[in-house]
C-alpha cells in the first residue's frame, strides 16, 4: 500500500511538479500566515512533512536563520523540484530532504535527530494522505516534549457558498485532494487526552483551518 501511495504521487507530479507553486498559490491560503506564525527556538529543529517543492521550507530557513530544517515527502519527482530549488537558495547546508511516508516519520531513523523536532509543519499535506489520522499520529510523536505542531489544510469547505464548495470539491477530487475537516475534530480530541493543548481556527470562512498543539511537556 504504500508503494502504491508513493507511485500514485510520482505519477500525479512528475510535470505537475513543474508549474505546482505558480498554480498552487491561488487557492493553497494560509501558508504564509502558518509561516509568520512560528515561534521556534535558537537552534530549533523543524520539519515539514509533505513538503513537495520545500517552498515552505525555504521561506522558513529565511525567516528564521536559527533553524535547521527537515523535508519529508512521498514523491520522489517532487523532491527533485525541492533538491532544486534549495539548491538555487544556497540553503543545503541547512535543509535535509528525505523520501518517505507520512504515517512512517520516525525523526531519528528518518533524519538522524534523536530527541525529536521542535516544530512540525503539515501544509495541505493531510489532505491529501489516505490513513491521515496515523499521519497527524506520527507527528505529534515526533515532536519532543513542549514541541509544537502547525497545520494549515481545507476546513469545513460546505460552510461557503454551495456553487463555490462544490466547485472547489470537484476541482480537488482531480488532484487527490480530499478536504478533512475531523483533523481539527482529532486536535481536539488529543489535548482532551491529556496529549498536550490545541488551538484551532477557521480562515475565510471555514476555506481552510489553522491548528497548533503543543504536546505536553
Known sequence: MADVHAQRMDRMYRHQRHLYDATRKWYLFGRDTLIAGLDPPSGAH????????????????????????YGLDASGEMLKSAADKVARAGLEARIALRAGLAERLDPAATFGVAQGFDVVVLSYVLSMVPDWPAALAASVRALRPGGALELVDFGPIERLPWPLAEGLRAWLKRFGVTPRPQIAERLRALAAEGAGHAEVATILGGYAILGRFVRAA
Not at 520539519?47 to 530544517?69: F, S
Open 46 to 69: 523543524v520539519c515539514e512533512v509533505g513538503c513537495g517543492t520545500a517552498r515552505n521550507l525555504v521561506q522558513i530557513a529565511r525567516r528564521y536563520p536559527w533553524t535547521r530544517l
